[in-house]
Nanobody
Framework: QVLLVESGGGLVQPGGSLRLSCAAS????????MSWYRQAPGKERELVAS??????NYADSVKGRFTISRDNAKNTVYLQMNSLKPEDTAVYYC??????????????WGMGTQVTVSS
């Protein structure tokens, strides 16, 4: 199993920046994909950004403002969020798609971290 722990959320003014971190721990062979999702009140959870050996992928709404990166040695994924807007307000969740010892694919979610963009 993989335990994902997010950090870095908080309150920021419009136009400001935040950096989210998500550290993975546990017993696994390899993490394939790490992603950030978000869920705003009354809305469905949506993919914000993902990163794998094949590259990165972003939602259109965050392209040019958010950057996802990964430190494989630390099993940690980051989300640098710049030029934040009130509509970025949501709970941000970390997600990992990983390979168990023995070859089975599995997935895990973090508990989420609140990001609030408001003046």
């Amino acid at each position: 199993q993989v335990l994902l722990v997010e950090s870095g959320g908080g309150l920021v003014q419009p136009g400001g920046s935040l950096r989210l971190s998500c550290a993975a721990s546990g017993s696994f062979s390899r993490i394939n994909i790490m992603s950030w999702y978000r869920q705003a009140p009354g809305k469905e959870r949506e993919l914000v950004a993902s990163i794998s050996s094949g590259g990165t992928n972003y939602a259109d709404s965050v392209k040019g403002r958010f950057t996802i990166s990964r430190d494989n040695a630390k099993n940690t994924v980051y989300l640098q969020m710049n030029s934040l807007k009130p509509e970025d307000t949501a709970v941000y969740y970390c997600y990992a798609d990983f390979l168990r010892w023995g070859g089975l694919l599995d997935r895990s979610w973090g508990m989420g971290t609140q990001v609030t963009v408001s003046s």
